[in-house]
T-cell receptor
């Protein structure tokens, strides 16, 4: 299955809250899982990425948790700020460490962080 | 500015017409990718070029074609346009042909078919 399922479609949190966005996949050939952030009028930008041999990766306030046996991964945003309001996409790529070029994206989560 | 330049930013055209979208990759990047973004389908991979050669093909319709030129810029040609082709078309580039180096996306071309 060449799909990545993402939930929720939209999310509203208060400033300082910890929004969590979840993704699931079926294809065990996927070997690289990035998250992209997209602001209105802009293209997506790489936020953070993980490989399935790692269970957690942190970069600043952003953390990816990865559960290989469940074929699920999630993005947590610590101490969320209004400036984090954007659409977030999870994605997956095949081949060792993402050695294939194309990414398969989830349908996106629109996050709104209220002041 | 991401360094990936897409022109035009907006395009309005009629059904049955043909349009060309242009992409200049970030300096030093050899690979170009085209994606279509619509509300119902999300971001769908269309095609990838690496240093002038087609590297991978996704859900690209036969009415669509692309190429990458010797100066590494790329063009996506859409013909016999239908209402359903209305979408945001993104170009992205990367230094290699591998996704794990990350892509840099342009700001997109919004195509409206009327």
């Amino acid at each position: 299955q060449q799909q990545v399922k993402q939930s929720p479609q939209s999310l509203i949190v208060q400033k300082g809250g910890i929004p969590i966005i979840n993704c699931a996949y079926e294809n065990t050939a996927f070997d690289y899982f990035p998250w992209y952030q997209q602001f209105p009028g802009k293209g997506p930008a790489l936020l953070i990425a993980i490989r399935p041999d790692v269970s957690e990766k942190k970069e600043g306030r952003f953390t990816i948790s990865f559960n290989k046996s469940a074929k699920q991964f999630s993005l947590h945003i610590m101490d969320s700020q209004p400036g984090d309001s954007a659409t977030y996409f999870c994605a997956a790529s095949m081949g060792p460490g993402g050695s294939q070029g194309n990414l398969i994206f989830g349908k996106g989560t629109k996050l709104s962080v209220k002041p | 500015d991401s360094g990936v330049t897409q022109t035009p930013k907006h395009l309005i055209t009629a059904t049955g017409q043909r349009v060309t979208l242009r992409c200049s990759p970030r300096s030093g990047d050899l690979s170009v990718y085209w994606y279509q973004q619509s509300l119902d389908q999300g971001l769908q991979f269309l095609i990838q070029y690496y240093n002038g050669e087609e590297r991978a093909k996704g859900n690209i319709l036969e009415r669509f074609s692309a190429q990458q030129f010797p100066d590494l810029h790329s063009e996506l040609n859409l013909s016999s346009l239908e209402l359903g082709d209305s979408a945001l078309y993104f170009c992205a580039s990367s230094v290699s042909g591998f996704s794990f180096y990350g892509y840099t996306f342009g700001s997109g071309t919004r195509l409206t078919v009327v």
